[in-house]
Structure formats: C-alpha cells, structure tokens
C-alpha cells in the first residue's frame, strides 16, 4: 500500500523559505505527477503546483514565482519550496500522487505550517 | 475566490440521501476535463471519494455515487451515517491541463 510521508519546518518567520519533504514508500515514484496542496486555517483547499514524470512544473499562478517543486528519484521523495513566506501562506500542507485524470488518489496527512514573527 | 461553486454547507439526517452540486464554467468542466470529489475529515489524510466524474477508486463504498452535466458535477450519498460528517470538495483542472482548481468545500452536517 502506497504510504505518503510527510517532513519538513512547521514553524517560520516571515521572508524565510518553507522547505517540505514528500516520501513515497510502498510504491513507485517515478510513474505518476506529484502535487501539492494546502488549505489555510478556516479556508478551503488550494492547489499549489505539481510535477510530472519528465519533472517538469507547473504551478498556482498566485505563488508561481514563489515556489519550487522537484523529486529525487533515488530517494524517492518529492520536495516544495515555497519562498518569501507570509502569514498568509499559514496552513496545512499535503503532498498527493496525481492519477491521469488529475485526480489525486494518494495524499500524505499533512504539515502545519506557521508563519509567525 | 474558488474556480469551482459549491454550498458551504449541508445537513441531513442519518439514512437520508443528500446531494452536493458543483459548478464551474466550460473552461473548468470542458467535455473532456474530468471531476474528483474529496472527503476530509479532521486529522486524517484526505480521501478521494469519486474520480472521473463518476468512477469509485477500489474500497470506497457503494453509498457513493458522481455524475457530471454539462458545467455542473454532483456527488451523492446515500444511506447517511454520522461518519459522513466532514468537508467534501470538488476538483477538476483548466482547458490546457495547467493546473487544478477546488471547489470551495461543502461542510457536511449529520444529525
């Protein structure tokens, strides 16, 4: 059974970059996209970006040039950055394996992120 | 703002059936973009419920149904249990398969 496990600091300043850690266990990698997504306090989910077998990225307009997704396939892991953090970037965080179709059928259970000065 | 509409909140009986609708425009919901329905319940890892509209991925129960028409989707469930109770959102993603969008969420009440 594919398992997601989730890493990274849960506690910033504002301007500092987030740094979250995806691994895959149970399961390949390199076969499917991998997604990000968050949901703020009290709000819904956003989607933040993702990445594809060949690695390349796309990513929420609203944070595109704040964020880098990348794998290291021989550790099997999935990483986000997500740069010049503010209060509202505050939330919980998930990684997700994305089906063809977009629909994201394996998720991680999530990291509280704080941004707080 | 979400891309996609949904009501912010639901209530229903146990055993009951309820129906959350989702809306988007055509560029969301084109012909061939395909829906997801997701339950979250507190503390626990999201699920997904409905995948290409109307597809159960393997142990999801048969209480569960999708369908799409036209700009709207909607996930139903049937035969209401207090365990139903949770947030449920829709996706689906943008006419050049750029990104994924949400639905705003439907906070599920049964009581």
């Known amino acids: 059974q594919v398992q997601l496990n989730q890493g990274g600091t849960g506690l910033l300043k504002p301007s500092e970059t987030l740094s979250l850690t995806c691994g895959v266990s149970?399961?390949?990698?390199?076969?499917?996209?991998w997604a990000w997504i968050r949901q703020p306090p009290g709000r819904g989910l956003e989607w933040i970006g993702h990445i594809d077998q060949g690695g390349s990225t796309n990513s929420n307009p609203s944070l595109k040039s704040r964020v880098i997704i990348s794998v290291d396939p021989s550790k099997k892991q999935v990483f986000l950055k997500v740069g010049l953090m503010t209060a509202a970037d505050t939330g919980l965080y998930y990684c997700a394996r994305v089906l063809g179709t977009y629909s994201m059928d394996v998720w991680g259970k999530g990291t509280t992120v704080t941004v707080s000065s | 703002q979400s891309a996609l509409t949904q009501p912010a909140s639901l209530s229903a009986s146990p055993g009951q059936a309820i129906t959350i609708y989702c809306s988007g425009t055509s560029t969301d919901f084109g012909t061939s973009k395909f829906v997801s329905w997701y339950r979250l319940h507190p503390d626990k890892a999201p699920q997904l419920l409905i995948y290409e509209d109307s597809e159960r991925p393997s142990g999801i129960s048969g209480r569960f149904s999708g369908s799409k028409s036209g700009n709207t989707a909607s996930l139903t469930i049937s035969g209401l249990q207090v365990d139903d109770e949770a947030d449920y959102y829709c996706s689906s993603y943008t006419s050049n398969n750029a990104f994924m969008v949400f639905g705003g969420g439907t906070k599920l009440t049964v009581l």
């Open positions: 149970g399961g390949s990698l390199s076969a499917y996209y």
